[in-house]
């Protein structure tokens, strides 16, 4: 079935530098991506939505600037973090949809990514 | 606007008990409903769906109903097994787009 691969699964980083998260379709071709971030006992939170060739789509009170996306193709999308601080802590999950499925066919995730900021 | 509310957890019971997962939902129009499974180190798989009122999702076991009338689609299992301990996320998805709003997820501990 679709797969998609993200990269890495844990990455720790000192406070003020910048990581950079890979999300890869393997086996499709995904013009769109979505990236959520998971806090501790809370819910996915939709934070982007990663268009091929333009410009992503950001949710209310997510900072464009400080996590830049950028789907450079029809199989990657990539979040970096940027100054990254303790508070940008989390889970971050990319997700897509194949979409040569059939109706409502449902988005496949990654496998997540553990940020810790110290 | 479009929210999930699903039951706390962590939900622990006893191999072969019978399980139940609430969840309700706040939407505008008619939107697809989901749950998803988040095993240990893993990341989330779609475990059953149901697009429209009435219909029943079931995979592996669990069960799900759309009702529209009490904005329910609560998560059934008639015997658990421990490799069934997992976190569970009840999710909508408004037919228009393809964003997927997720409840909070309820974690389930199966003890042998």
């Known amino acids: 079935g679709a797969v998609v691969s993200q990269h890495p699964s844990r990455v720790i980083c000192k406070s003020g530098t910048s990581v950079k998260i890979e999300c890869r379709s393997l086996d499709f071709q995904a013009t769109t991506m979505f990236w959520y971030r998971q806090f501790p006992k809370k819910s996915l939170m939709l934070m982007a939505t990663?268009?091929?060739?333009?410009?992503?789509?950001?949710e209310q009170g997510v900072e464009k600037d400080k996590f830049l996306i950028n789907h450079a193709s029809l199989t990657l999308s990539t979040l970096t973090v940027t100054s990254a601080h303790p508070e940008d802590s989390s889970f971050y999950i990319c997700?897509?949809?194949?979409?040569?499925?059939?109706?409502?066919?449902?988005?496949?995730f990654g496998n997540g990514t553990r940020l810790t900021v110290t | 606007g479009n929210s999930v509310t699903q039951m706390e957890g962590p939900v622990t019971l006893s191999e072969e008990a019978f399980l139940t997962i609430n969840c309700t939902y706040t939407a505008t129009g008619y939107p697809s409903l989901f749950w998803y499974v988040q095993y240990p180190g893993e990341g989330l798989q779609l475990l059953l769906k149901?697009?429209?009122?009435?219909d029943k999702g079931s995979n592996k076991g669990f069960e799900a109903t759309y009702r529209k009338e009490t904005t329910s689609f609560h998560l059934e299992k008639g015997s658990v097994q421990v490799s069934d301990s997992a976190v569970y996320f009840c999710?909508?998805?408004?037919?228009?787009?393809?964003?997927?709003?997720f409840g909070k997820g309820t974690r389930l501990h199966i003890l042998p």
């Open positions: 999710a909508l998805s408004d037919g228009g787009n393809d964003k997927i709003i």
């Open positions: 149901a697009t429209k009122a009435d």
């Open positions: 990663s268009n091929e060739g333009s410009k992503a789509t950001y």
């Open positions: 997700s897509a949809r194949d979409p040569s499925g059939v109706n409502n066919s449902p988005l496949h």
